[in-house]
């Protein structure tokens, strides 16, 4: 028995020493101010990064839906060429979207082979006038009520492909209509539009901060197939692709799906490190309230810190080009709850590498909700990236795990 003591009580000590060992990052928000520079960029279509306000400019594109004028933008794609040609990233795991979804992907009409070099036509749409609700609950979250602000119908997805190709584009849907544009209550735009201008095609996001491979990092967030998910993102409820290839499946060939971790019980505070998760967004980062540029008190507080910081399992820096191919902006939720003995002595502090993280799992300190083994939630949120604030990731920070044999998801 005191053997065993003895034991645990070291365990305990070195992973202490491990986590709080954190690379540094900015942690005070001054540092992170002014604009990205391009070289910092996995998106050269970026027009324009705003570390001031967490807002970047991308160009806009014009469509329609039964002959109503919707707005669009468009991130990734599975064809490297087009990648490359476009200014956006390569992810060549979305070719696998319909590998038992067929409906993941709509097939949309174009007079131009490459999307966004014509009108095109899609077929499903987003109403984006309900008003986005989240009531936090006693902890923050979980909330007592949780409501999407945009739905898209049955056959809307953010994932496309112009009839008679083969490539798939992630475009999603951010306005609909021909303006006035409402970006302060979103009643006809994405909840993370901050300005919109269709005469020279360009539009204002909110980005999110997050870590990836031990390094900062940025993305946008569109679609979610979960209400709660679309609510947490301010994105868009997207439940036609709730079949996305694959469950667990982030290293899956045939899968279009990467692991993201969100903690639900991280360290609350104004910065991450050490800050984290889902109580830490809710708190610190203002996640009841409207985003818009008037709401600058909401900025300022995303702006030092306030992101719930998910952990990217892929990356499209990376290294090894095996796992460089793995990136893909459809994400596989995880949610993370530290073990009551790692929250009683501090251990929950913010976490950067997705391996990592599965460490702490294969040792307990990490399950998901109700204390079952760390897996998907089967929630897919639609989060492609597009920078790194520092250095770009380049390699995972420890090794992945393994159990009887078996690599950990």
Not at 10 to 28: E, K, R, S, Y
Not at 181 to 196: E, G, P, Q, Y
Not at 256 to 270: H, L
Request: proline share 8%; hydrophobic share 40%.
């Amino acid at each position: 028995m005191l053997r065993r003591m003895i034991s645990r009580h070291v365990l305990i000590v070195v992973l202490l020493a491990g986590l709080m060992n954190t690379p540094a990052f900015a942690q005070d928000g001054e540092q992170v101010r002014g604009d990205l520079s391009a070289n910092k960029l996995t998106m050269q279509s970026v027009l324009h990064v705003d570390l001031n306000r967490n807002i970047a400019r991308v160009p806009l594109f014009k469509g329609s839906v039964g002959g109503t004028t919707v707005w669009y933008v468009i991130m990734d794609v599975s064809d490297e060429g087009l990648a490359r040609e476009l200014g956006i990233n390569f992810a060549p795991r979305l070719a696998n979207a319909t590998n038992g979804c067929p409906g993941c992907v709509q097939e949309v009409r174009s007079s131009d082979s490459v999307l966004g070099r014509a009108e095109v036509e899609f077929n499903g749409m987003i109403d984006f006038s309900p008003a986005r609700i989240y009531v936090p609950g006693p902890m923050a979250f979980p909330p007592l009520e949780a409501q999407p602000g945009a739905i898209g119908d049955r056959k809307y997805t953010d994932l496309v492909r112009i009839q008679g190709t083969t490539a798939v584009y992630n475009a999603p849907m951010v306005a609909v209509g021909e303006g006035p544009f409402d970006v302060l209550d979103h009643t006809n735009t994405n909840d993370r539009v901050m300005s919109i201008d269709t005469d020279n095609r360009t539009v204002d996001l909110l980005f999110i901060r997050a870590f990836s491979h031990g390094k900062d990092v940025f993305y946008f967030t569109f679609g979610a197939t979960s209400a709660l998910g679309a609510v947490l993102e301010r994105g868009t409820f997207v439940p036609a692709q709730g079949l996305l290839p694959f469950q667990n499946g982030s290293e899956h060939p045939d899968g279009t799906r990467s692991a993201i971790f969100a903690f639900t019980n991280g360290q609350t505070g104004p910065t991450s490190p050490p800050a984290q998760g889902l109580r830490h967004v809710v708190i610190d980062g203002l996640l009841p309230q409207e985003a818009n540029l008037l709401n600058t008190t909401l900025l300022e507080a995303l702006r030092i810190g306030g992101d719930s910081h998910n952990v990217l399992d892929s990356f499209p820096t990376l290294r090894d080009p095996r796992l460089a191919r793995l990136y893909t902006p459809m994400w596989d939720t995880r949610l993370a709850v530290w073990s009551p003995l790692a929250v009683a002595r501090g251990l929950n502090v913010a976490q950067t590498d997705a391996n990592q993280i599965r460490q702490l799992a294969v040792r307990g300190l990490v399950t998901s909700p109700g204390g079952v083994p760390l897996g998907s939630n089967n929630s897919v949120v639609n989060c492609p990236v597009f920078g790194f604030l520092n250095d770009p990731p380049t390699e995972p920070q420890a090794p992945r795990p393994r159990v009887r044999g078996r690599v950990v998801d």
